[in-house]
C-alpha cells in the first residue's frame, strides 16, 4: 500500500485532505490511480486509512479511520552542526530510531564554519524527516529545532539522563526504557574544554558508545540505536 503524507494534523473524523505538491509527485511516480487504497500520516502520531480521489490540481485523498498512537519517551540528539549535510543523514535516521527531537549544537568549533546548520535551512531538514517515516512505518517525526548554544542547550535539557559522548567515558547508564534521554555529540573537532565542563557541570555524564573514535554522525545515532533497542525490547541493556 503507498504511504501518503500530508501537511497538518489528520482530524480524527476522517474526511477529504489535499496533498503537496511533492506528494502529487510521489504518486505520479509510482503511478497511483484514482480509488486506489492509502495510508495516510500526519507525523504527530496519527494514521488513517484512506482511498484517492480527484483533487483541485491532481490527486488527493478521502480518509475513513484514524487512529493516534501516543508520542514515544523523550530522546534528544543535539548535535554538532558544523556540516549540514551529514547533519541532514542524522535529521533522516533520528526518525528511524524514534528520536522525537534533533538538535544543531554550536560550539567553538562550529561558529566560524561555513557549512554549518543555519535557521533557513530547517525547513529542509524538517521535510527530510518527515519523508523517511514512509520509508520506516514510524508514526512521529522528530523535531529539528534551531541552532542551540550550549547555555541554551543546558537551560533547555534538565531532566532525565543526560550524556556526553566521549570515547573515554563510561559504558551507558542503567536505566528505565521509559526515560527521557538527551545526547550530546561533539562536531568535528570536539568540544573545548570549556564547553565539556560546562555539561559536566550541568550533570552531563560521560559515556562512550563504542571501542574507536567515531565520527559525530555515527555516535549520534550508536546513541539512538542503543536507547532504542533498550525501549524496544523493555529491559535494561
Not at 32 to 42: F, K, M, Q, S
Not at 195 to 209: C, I, T
Not at 222 to 234: C, E, K, M, P, S
Request: proline content about 8%; charged content about 25%.
Amino acid at each position: 500500500m503507498i504511504t501518503v503524507l500530508v501537511d497538518r494534523p489528520l482530524d480524527s473524523r476522517g474526511g477529504r485532505w489535499s496533498l503537496t505538491t511533492e506528494e502529487r509527485h510521489h504518486l505520479r511516480v509510482r503511478r497511483a490511480g484514482e480509488g486506489e487504497p492509502v495510508r495516510v500520516l500526519d507525523g504527530a502520531g496519527r494514521v488513517g486509512e484512506g482511498r484517492l480521489i480527484p483533487g483541485d490540481q491532481g490527486l488527493a485523498v478521502e480518509v475513513a479511520r484514524v487512529r493516534e498512537l501516543p508520542p514515544p519517551p523523550p530522546l534528544a540528539l543535539v548535535v554538532g552542526a558544523g556540516d549540514r549535510e551529514r547533519f541532514g543523514w542524522v535529521v533522516e535516521k533520528a526518525v528511524e530510531l524514534g528520536a522525537t527531537e534533533v538538535v544543531p549544537l554550536e560550539t567553538e568549533h562550529t561558529a566560524g564554519v561555513a557549512t554549518r546548520v543555519r535557521p533557513a535551512q530547517l525547513p529542509r531538514l524538517q521535510r527530510r524527516a518527515r519523508e523517511a517515516l514512509k520509508q520506516c512505518g514510524a508514526l512521529w517525526a522528530p523535531a529539528v529545532l534551531p541552532p542551540m548554544r550550549v547555555l541554551e542547550v543546558l537551560a533547555r535539557y534538565v531532566a532525565g539522563e543526560r550524556w556526553l559522548a566521549d570515547p573515554e567515558g563510561e559504558s551507558a547508564p542503567r536505566s528505565e526504557p521509559d526515560d527521557a534521554v538527551t545526547v550530546v555529540v561533539g562536531p568535528e573537532g570536539g568540544l573545548t574544554q570549556s564547553e565539556r565542563e560546562a555539561f559536566q557541570s550541568a550533570g552531563y555524564l560521560p559515556v562512550r558508545l563504542g571501542p574507536y573514535t567515531l565520527r559525530f554522525e555515527t555516535a549520534a545515532l550508536a546513541a539512538a540505536a542503543l536507547v532504542a533497542q533498550r525501549r524496544n525490547r523493555g529491559v535494561h541493556v
